[in-house]
């Protein structure tokens, strides 16, 4: 399968990221929706295949035995073999595809489980909003799920259309103005599954990623008793005047802490965000120099972005970075 895939990939190499187990490709699938997709694509790869071979030999053949050369056609097989080959089996395959494609979409419709975890995804120009109602929380760009599970997933958008697609799990889905579309997924390997944004929504479209945590349901119930706790204060030192500056300065306008009278919306929720992997949409990973460089002035990192160059002091960075990575 996997050097399938290479030859696959070698020859189109179309669309599709990346082959094999990268961690973002349609083609190495661990989830129902995926396996689907991926099934009809090597359908449809396996029968182009075939009509790339024939043509390939009738080209040849055409150019060996051409006009003048012994071989005589009649100009009755010749129709017929026109009407065979250019209606009577394009029409069986098309329809016979159509017929494929129209059953996977009545099954990836509905899950059939009544069990269904529900996420709210909201799009913003350009990072991911995640809301899980069973804990009344709001976290950003980092999506965990329990292993085994059906998530349906509800997506929406706050300002231009955006697509969620988590090529390694399940199809693709827009976002869309006004209204609320729905997916589910369901995969029964944990793991780490990266994302994109697929519809080109501004500027930064092309940073507008997010990862999909996939816990064994144990581990997914710890993660989210975790994250239903608010902030605690820092007790005292560096990370305390942390705390003030952001409460003080313009963090707060935009971004929500709760535990804090922070409750700004502009901006992703940053109530657990020492937890998270990355920042700013898989931008950059979540360390602490990128930090204290994305909060100096993000614009460096990811041009055009929704937050300005925070005017601050070193002292005020160094204690803002202090508090931030407290928040776990
Ligand atoms: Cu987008």
């Known amino acids: 399968m996997r050097s399938a895939c290479g030859t696959a990939a070698l020859l189109l190499s179309a669309s599709l990221t990346g082959c094999g187990d990268s961690p973002q490709s349609a083609l190495s699938p661990h989830g129902e929706g995926a396996r689907r997709v991926?099934?009809?694509?090597?359908?449809?790869?396996?029968?182009?295949?075939?009509?790339?071979?024939?043509?390939?030999?009738?080209?040849?053949?055409?150019?060996?035995?051409?006009?003048?050369s012994r071989v005589r056609v009649r100009m009755g097989s010749a129709q017929r073999f026109v009407v065979i080959m250019g209606v009577v089996i394009p029409t069986i395959v098309l329809v016979g595809v159509y017929v494929v494609g129209l059953r996977d979409l009545r099954?990836?419709?509905?899950?059939?489980?009544p069990d269904q975890l529900v996420v709210e995804v909201t799009g913003h120009?350009?990072?991911?909003?995640?809301?899980?109602?069973?804990?009344?929380?709001?976290?950003?760009n980092e999506i965990h799920v329990p292993t085994g599970r059906t998530v349906n997933l509800r997506l929406r958008t706050a300002d231009v259309n955006h697509s969620f697609w988590v090529p390694g799990l399940t199809v693709k889905t827009d976002l869309v103005a006004g209204r609320v579309n729905h997916l589910w997924l369901r995969t029964g390997r944990a793991g780490l599954y990266r994302d994109q944004c697929a519809e080109y929504c501004?500027?930064?479209h092309a940073r507008?990623?997010?990862?999909v945590v996939a816990q064994p349901p144990a581990e997914f119930s710890a993660w989210l008793a975790g994250q239903e706790h608010s902030a605690t204060a820092p007790a005292g030192g560096l990370a305390a005047r942390g705390l003030q500056v952001?409460?003080?300065?313009?963090?707060?306008?935009c971004h929500a802490i709760r535990g804090t009278t922070a409750n700004g919306r502009i901006g992703p929720d940053l109530t657990h965000v020492a937890g998270r992997r990355y920042l700013a949409a898989g931008t950059?990973?979540?360390t602490r120099g990128y930090l204290g460089g994305w909060i100096s002035n993000s614009q460096t990192l990811k041009p055009g972005n929704k937050m300005p160059p925070q005017p601050l002091t070193s002292e005020q960075l160094q204690a803002l970075i202090a508090y931030l990575e407290t928040l776990r």
């Open 38 to 68: 991926a099934a009809l694509w090597w359908l449809l790869f396996g029968i182009s295949m075939v009509f790339v071979v024939l043509v390939t030999a009738l080209v040849l053949w055409a150019a060996i035995y051409r006009r003048g």
């Open 107 to 113: 099954a990836l419709s509905d899950p059939r489980d």
């Open 125 to 140: 120009q350009w990072w991911w909003e995640v809301r899980y109602p069973e804990g009344g929380f709001v976290t950003a």
């Open 202 to 204: 501004g500027l930064q």
């Open 208 to 211: 507008m990623a997010f990862h």
């Open 246 to 253: 952001f409460q003080t300065a313009s963090c707060a306008s």
């Open 284 to 286: 950059i990973p979540n």
